[in-house]
């Protein structure tokens, strides 16, 4: 496997250069911003296209030293996206709300996610005796709560070694505190962002669908990359393998690449 390739057209239509409002920006993103058209700032996509593959060198290095990435994006439109694309991967999402602590209060977490372990064994066995009704209600609800919040952090079994966020202001949260322990954050940047704190900036849209399902895309298949380089580093044969890993280029790109190719 390698990096999967992208053009500055597939930004382009996947609305990646719509900025806000021009009343709804945050000074520190004018590096970035290449103009503004019908009073929506528009987004410097030249820059765009070498940070995010950036970005995505980033992922793919950790990854294939072993370590974690953690998928944070929490509002409506990147939910799902966000959930979706860091399973696909095999690492780790916050996609319902960050909890504060989540990072440097990693052992109180660590404790609710035994409690989660502990409702979701305890629910796999069938009904469970001795308890009525009512209290079966309110332990599915605490169940419930715990996933919603913590399901996607179950495995994680440590800090993360590199975060990715989709919206700066709304995770801001998350990125404060991995400043505080020194993790390195990948993150989208729109008009109204804040790049302060961000090691690996991708500006760009943060609140189209189809720029949002791109980013993810793009970094899900550099994971995947990290872990075939770990997995070929200690010596296994994916060749050999009874099941072939799954692949999650984007299909654009790779006709792309076919037809520079060809």
């Not at 920006?25 to 503004?36: D, H, I, S």
């Not at 060198?57 to 294939?64: N, Q």
């Not at 001795?130 to 715990?146: A, Q, S, V």
């Not at 801001?172 to 505190?177: F, G, K, N, Q, T």
Request: charged letters at 25%; hydrophobic letters at 40%.
């Amino acid at each position: 496997m390698a990096l999967p390739t992208f053009t500055l057209r597939h930004l382009i239509e996947a609305g990646c250069h719509f900025g806000h409002n021009t009343r709804r920006w945050n000074p520190r993103m004018a590096p970035y911003l290449y103009g503004v058209r019908d009073g929506v700032h528009i987004i410097d996509l030249q820059q765009t296209v070498p940070m995010l593959h950036r970005a995505m060198e980033a992922v793919r290095d950790v990854v294939a030293n072993g370590g974690r990435v953690l998928f944070v994006g929490t509002k409506r439109q990147a939910a799902d996206i966000v959930a979706e694309a860091a399973t696909r991967c095999g690492q780790y999402y916050v996609n319902h709300r960050w909890l504060g602590g989540m990072l440097t209060n990693w052992k109180t977490v660590s404790n609710s996610i035994k409690r989660l372990r502990e409702l979701d064994e305890m629910m796999a066995g069938g009904p469970v005796s001795g308890l009525t009704k009512k209290e079966l209600l309110n332990l599915e609800r605490e169940r419930e709560k715990l996933t919603r919040a913590l399901g996607g952090i179950k495995e994680m079994g440590g800090q993360p070694d590199l975060i990715f966020v989709i919206d700066t202001v709304k995770e801001s949260l998350a990125i404060a505190e991995a400043n505080k322990l020194n993790i390195p954050v990948i993150a989208v940047l729109d008009s109204n962002s804040d790049p302060h704190g961000i090691t690996y900036p991708v500006p760009g849209n943060d609140d189209a669908l189809r720029a949002i399902k791109l980013y993810c895309d793009l970094l899900s298949a550099a994971v995947l990359d990290g872990i075939s380089a770990e997995m070929a580093a200690a010596g296994v044969d994916i060749g050999e393998q009874e099941e072939a890993p799954v692949e999650a280029g984007l299909d654009e790109a790779e006709a792309a690449a076919e037809a520079q190719n060809g």
